[in-house]
């Protein structure tokens, strides 16, 4: 098999942009470590490529033409779009994967509807991860979106099958890829409650997460995330994408609610690769 | 009352560099090529984050014009509870504000 790692982590633009606002500077530097022995374990996996499952903010798709699924076949993209001095990551180049995407993408399309982009630029929901697990941007990026923004979104359980999809494109190339999903648990970004974690319910999320169970990952619906985990809880897409892609147990490497102005629970984990059944 | 078009104006000047000079150079053409009200037009003249949220914005898109407009964060909470002070509830999307006009960190509590 060729996908050799699986994994999930945080992106909010907080991690990297408010890092000397934050008060608990212990339990951030903590977080920090966790996020470089992530970097460390894919690049012990021996990854040629990365693929980022992202939930993107407005970098590229509008509702003028939302795809519900998206992977980049570029072989070059640009990043952050926001203002760096904000985020705190300069603007820059990241190689991409142009003939690897489109492979994969040709597989994927064998089960999901799957559209793809040769233009994409990277907004905090890709840099964020990249500044941790890449910092020299020397790794081939295939990024890969959730629309997660723009309601109508796509089923959870469609989630799942774009996972699976995912897992047997990979596993039907020769090179070794890792993939890494990207999103907020509980969380209320870019409103007055910025800050707000419901850490009840990140950790029931988690506990199903970390068991891979796909029923109970299935049995959350969103009119019941937008009340109890905020529209940011929608991103919960990209975490179950990779648990199906994964399809072991996972492993919970970090979690805290204690860093609100992140305005997330940060969460670092990594999945158990297993064969299909 | 064109939400889509004014999202779109903030989505393309969020993305773009070349739209950005012109927001700054020259902005009434750049707002002459989106349909936008009269009050969608004086909202992104004067950069009014509060109203632009109340009316809708999606909170992603409102934050990277908010960073883009080089506004502290913390002004940046305050002007959008300022906003639904002064006109109300936020108008549509699934960016309502849910708590109260508290808020929900420390380091924020200070300033």
């Known amino acids: 098999m060729s996908m050799v790692y699986a994994g999930v982590l945080s992106h909010a633009p ?3 942009g408010r890092a000397n606002l934050v008060e608990n500077t212990a339990r951030r530097d903590e977080f920090y470590a966790k996020l470089d022995v992530q970097r460390q374990e894919i690049e012990d996996s021996g990854a040629e490529a990365l693929i980022v499952i992202a939930a993107e903010h407005f970098a590229n798709f509008f509702m003028n033409n939302m795809p ?12 952050p779009i926001e ?43 890709i840099m964020v991860p990249l500044h941790f697990l890449t910092p020299k ?3 081939p990026i295939i990024p890969v979106n959730i629309n997660c923004q723009g309601p109508p979104l796509t089923p959870l359980h469609r989630a799942w099958a774009f996972g699976e999809a995912l897992r047997r494109a990979c596993d039907s190339v020769s090179e070794k890829i890792a993939v890494v999903g990207t999103g907020g648990i509980s969380h209320w970004p870019a409103t007055p409650d910025s800050g707000k974690i419901n850490e009840q319910w990140d950790r029931e999320f988690l506990d199903r997460l970390m068991r891979n169970d796909k029923e109970a990952l299935l049995n959350y619906d969103d009119i019941e995330t937008y009340r109890d985990a905020g529209q940011g809880g929608f991103e919960i897409r990209t975490f179950i994408a990779i648990a199906a892609a994964a399809r072991g147990a996972g492993e919970l490497q970090f979690y805290t609610a204690e860093l609100p102005i992140f305005a997330v629970g940060c969460t670092v984990a990594k999945f158990s690769l297993e064969d299909a059944a | 009352m064109s939400l889509y078009y004014l999202q779109k104006f ?5 993305r773009d560099e070349s739209a950005q000079a012109k927001y700054r150079n020259d902005l009434d053409a750049l707002l002459d090529e989106f349909d936008l009200s009269e009050e969608e037009c004086n909202a992104l003249r004067e950069g009014d984050i509060g109203l632009l949220y109340v009316l809708g914005v999606n909170g992603q898109i409102l934050m990277h014009y908010a960073a883009f407009l080089g506004i502290e964060w913390f002004d ?12 109300g509830p936020v108008r549509a999307g699934v960016y309502a504000m849910t708590g109260g006009g508290k808020s929900f ?6 300033s």
């Open chain 1, 68 to 79: 519900a699924y998206c992977i980049g076949i570029g072989n070059e993209y640009e990043g």
């Open chain 1, 14 to 16: 907080g991690i990297t």
């Open chain 2, 10 to 14: 903030l989505y393309e000047l969020n």
């Open chain 2, 105 to 110: 960190t420390v380091e924020g509590k200070k």
């Open chain 1, 137 to 139: 941007y020397d790794l």
């Open chain 1, 83 to 125: 203002d760096p001095e904000w985020l705190k990551i300069p603007k820059t180049k990241i190689p991409g994967a142009a003939d690897l995407g489109t492979r994969l993408t040709r597989e994927v399309m064998k089960t999901v509807d799957v559209a793809y982009a040769e233009e994409w630029k990277f907004d905090h929901g």
């Open chain 2, 76 to 87: 940046y909470l305050d002007m959008m509870r300022e906003g639904i002070a002064r006109h």
